[in-house]
T-cell receptor
Framework: QKEVEQDPGPLSVPEGAIVSLNCTYS??????FMWYRQYSRKGPELLMY????GNKEDGRFTAQVDKSSKYISLFIRDSQPSDSATYLC??????????????FGEGTQLTVNP | GAGVSQSPSNKVTEKGKDVELRCDPI?????LYWYRQSLGQGLEFLIY????????KSGLPSDRFSAERTGGSVSTLTIQRTQQEDSAVYLC???????????FGPGTRLTVT
């Protein structure tokens, strides 16, 4: 069983829709939770970062972490065609020898149709 | 400023050949990571370098894989006797120590025929 599970999709929505992306994890030692966005043939770029349980909002994006359920979510409001990309959840346990090595979900491919 | 750069962007090699992949991190970033992205597997951690400390090699899949970082900057990932299952995108990332944000390069797409 993978440490981080993420539905790979693909997910297709009309422009303006609310998108919900989710990951579950099994390692209770994870402390930091991130969402990366990856466009085709590009490296991932950090979108959202959270440390504790709760919500964090940044413009049209909201990240939620529920440590008791080992479940994280990313919501995209008023989705745009430019949001079409693969969204990767990532988690880390910061350690002296391992730095902040990230454990990723498989990624969800999102298409927003005009 | 300049981001993380990787070369080559694409590499096609025959099974059994050795390959070298290069990563130039962001200037001043002392932490450097290599990951592998395979279809259906997502991104997998390979190796971590921090300054002059011994690297964390716990993610390397076999002894055919090795990496070095010279002068605390440029890193090279070497795959010996390549196999078809090594076909993937190899991504490099760098960060400041103690910071959570890792900056990724565009990756090297390796195809083993």
């Amino acid at each position: 069983q993978k440490e981080v599970e993420q539905d790979p999709g693909p997910l297709s929505v009309p422009e303006g829709a609310i998108v919900s992306l989710n990951c579950t994890y099994s390692n209770s030692a994870f402390q930091y939770f991130m969402w990366y966005r990856q466009y085709s043939r590009k490296g991932p770029e950090l979108l959202m970062y959270t440390y504790s349980s709760g919500n964090k909002e940044d413009g049209r994006f909201t990240a939620q972490v529920d440590k008791s359920s080992k479940y994280i979510s990313l919501f995209i409001r008023d989705s745009q065609p430019s949001d079409s990309a693969t969204y990767l959840c990532a988690m880390s346990v910061t350690g002296e020898t391992s730095g902040s090595r990230l454990t990723f979900g498989e990624g969800t491919q999102l298409t927003v149709n005009p | 400023g300049a981001g993380v750069s990787q070369s080559p962007s694409n590499k096609v090699t025959e099974k059994g050949k050795d390959v070298e992949l290069r990563c130039d991190p962001i200037s001043g970033h002392t932490a450097l990571y290599w990951y592998r992205q395979s279809l259906g597997q997502g991104l997998e951690f390979l190796i971590y370098f921090q300054g002059n400390s011994a690297p964390d090699k716990s993610g390397l899949p076999s002894d055919r894989f090795s990496a070095e970082r010279t002068g605390g900057s440029v890193s090279t990932l070497t795959i010996q006797r390549t196999q078809q299952e090594d076909s993937a995108v190899y991504l490099c990332a760098s960060s400041l120590v103690g910071y959570y944000e890792q900056y990724f390069g565009p990756g090297t797409r390796l195809t083993v025929t």
